[in-house]
């Protein structure tokens, strides 16, 4: 059982940048994919970025694209998302997801962080 853990949300004004870690408790796959999603109450999870494990090859929802970066360090299991130009519509939990996922739906992921605040003022 993959547990993942992330950290770096917080609260910062609109234009600024955080950086959310995860970090898993064990190797993570080649196969896998590490995402990252976000959810507002009473909205569905949504689909922010993901990184295949093995190569590296992401791939970003539009609303983030061109703003957010993701990365990944397989030595420390750990994946990363640099959110640049923050706006007031990126509040959310984010939430940290790993999987042999093919896809970038939420059904996809097998594991899940517990989720880290995100608050964008203007």
């Known amino acids: 059982q993959v547990q993942l853990v992330e950290s770096g949300g917080g609260l910062v004004q609109a234009g600024a940048s955080l950086r959310l870690s995860c970090t898993a408790s064990?190797?993570?796959?080649?196969?896998?994919?590490m995402a990252w999603f976000r959810q507002t109450p009473g909205n569905e999870r949504e689909f922010v970025a993901r990184?295949?494990?093995?190569?590296?090859?992401?791939r970003f929802a539009d609303s983030v694209q061109g703003r957010f970066t993701i990365s990944r360090d397989n030595a420390k299991n750990t994946v990363y998302l640099q959110m640049n130009s923050l706006k007031p519509d990126d509040t959310a939990v984010y939430f940290c997801a790993a999987g042999p996922a093919t896809s970038s739906s939420s059904t996809d992921y097998r594991y899940w962080g517990q989720g880290t605040q995100v608050t964008v003022s203007s």
């Open positions: 064990e190797r993570i796959p080649s196969n896998y994919r």
């Open positions: 990184v295949s494990w093995s190569v590296g090859m992401a």
